[in-house]
């Protein structure tokens, strides 16, 4: 498998910057990528640029010890070097799992209605809904139906194929009703969820790391014609190294709009995708169609640390200090992030969305971000702490 050398960015590029980002040179490489792209062997079809796999043929090549590393490296090819995205038709053979499923979450969202809750992350309230932690709420509530669910090699095969074994398994279940919007065309978790600014202080080789901690998936809880609103996708925009701080700019995002694929999905069928590929939910257009997807986010095993630490009990301790010292002017705004970075936990997830869900932006505010404001505002030591034990509540589990 190739690694697009020539995609790589030059010594020169170790940090990428949203001004110089072209949208020239981002269509130029989707283009190139896509012609010099051969057909994927195992593949049924290829529609509008995106692989197409038929379930019913590859189920026994997935249990096969033998063969099945040679799909897993197809698929893993396609998103690293292809198109990005895969489709997998009847992923379900029987689709009585998800129709179960499928009552339990709409049943989740009557009563997180009731309880005031529910409203959707691209949506006004009301028009759509999201079940946050829908992974865990299907586990708990109906254990059954989870373990009828996810029994599925062939969910089992696209996670190991992008991340191998022990990945770890989220979901959010999204329903998008008739009339309700698209999404603008974004990118995902890991980088996508930071702001510009954000997003270019890590060097270029960790926007590259970003997207193969990750991997984006979709289970089509409904029949979903275009008029539905499918995700619409670009494919090979992945390619693109600086995408992750060039997704906002509007001449991207009309590129997108111009050029992007959208294909029907029977309930049933799955998709799986980069998390640095350009996409975003279309809108729903129809009259009747309740269009539910459970979106899998799907981690690496990875991205964690090899020791736990009690941070809060570290920033109740260093808060005090700190808040004394910059009080007189014997630490400069350099030192004192320095000492933030080396106590407070840097990154907002994982985290009870719930509980905790984003306000201003896609990710909720991290322990640091907390630390600093706090200095900032010269909040007491009391304040301090009872904000650190509010973050806690709001990210546990139960």
């Not at 043929?57 to 995205?85: F, N, Q, S, T, Y």
């Not at 309230?125 to 509530?141: H, S, T, V």
């Not at 996810?150 to 979901?171: C, V």
């Not at 905790?356 to 030591?381: C, H, M, R, T, Y």
Request: negative net charge; glycine residues 6%; proline residues 6%.
């Amino acid at each position: 498998m190739s690694q697009h050398p020539q995609h790589r960015p030059s010594d020169a590029q170790v940090w990428f910057r949203e001004a110089d980002c072209s949208v020239d040179d981002f269509a130029t490489l989707i283009e190139t990528s896509r012609a010099a792209c051969p057909h994927p062997r195992l593949a049924a079809d290829v529609l509008q640029g995106i692989p197409v796999y038929d379930c019913d043929a590859l189920r026994p090549l997935v249990l096969d010890r033998a063969r099945r590393p040679e799909l897993l490296a197809e698929w893993a090819g396609v998103l690293l070097d292809g198109a990005g995205v895969f489709v997998l038709q009847r992923a379900y053979a029987d689709t009585a799992a998800i129709d179960d499923a499928a009552a339990i979450f709409e049943s989740i969202i009557g009563n997180e209605r009731k309880a005031g809750g529910g409203a959707d992350h691209f949506a006004k309230a009301g028009a759509n809904d999201r079940i946050w932690n829908a992974q865990e709420k299907l586990c708990l509530g109906a254990p059954e139906v989870f373990v009828r669910y996810f029994a599925n090699p062939i969910l089992m095969a696209a996670a190991e194929a992008w991340l191998g074994p022990g990945y770890q398994m989220t979901s959010q279940v999204n329903v998008v009703r008739p009339g309700g919007e698209a999404q603008q065309a974004h990118r995902d978790f890991h980088l996508g969820f930071l702001t510009v600014d954000e997003a270019q202080r890590f060097p270029a080789h960790v926007h590259a790391m970003s997207a193969q901690l990750t991997l984006q998936g979709a289970v089509a809880h409904s029949d979903m014609p275009v008029d539905s609103g499918p995700t619409k996708l670009l494919p090979f925009s992945q390619h693109y190294p600086q995408g992750y701080v060039a997704w906002r700019r509007e001449d991207f995002r009309a590129y997108f709009e111009s050029h992007y694929a959208q294909l029907p999905l029977k309930k049933g069928d799955a998709l799986f995708f980069s998390p640095a590929l350009f996409h975003a939910a279309g809108a729903n257009r129809t009259r009747d169609v309740q269009r539910m997807a459970n979106l899998l986010q799907v981690s690496s095993a990875y991205g964690r640390a090899m020791e736990s630490l009690d941070r809060t009990s570290m920033c109740n301790a260093v808060y005090p200090v700190l808040r004394t010292l910059r009080a007189q002017r014997r630490v400069d705004a350099t030192e004192i992030a320095a000492v933030i970075a080396s106590c407070a936990q840097g990154y907002a997830f994982p985290t009870n969305l719930d509980r905790n869900p984003p306000v201003g932006g896609l990710a909720p505010a991290s322990q640091q971000q907390i630390f600093a404001k706090a200095l900032d505002e010269n909040w007491s030591d009391h304040t301090f702490a009872e904000a650190l034990r509010d973050l806690e509540l709001r990210n546990a589990t139960h």
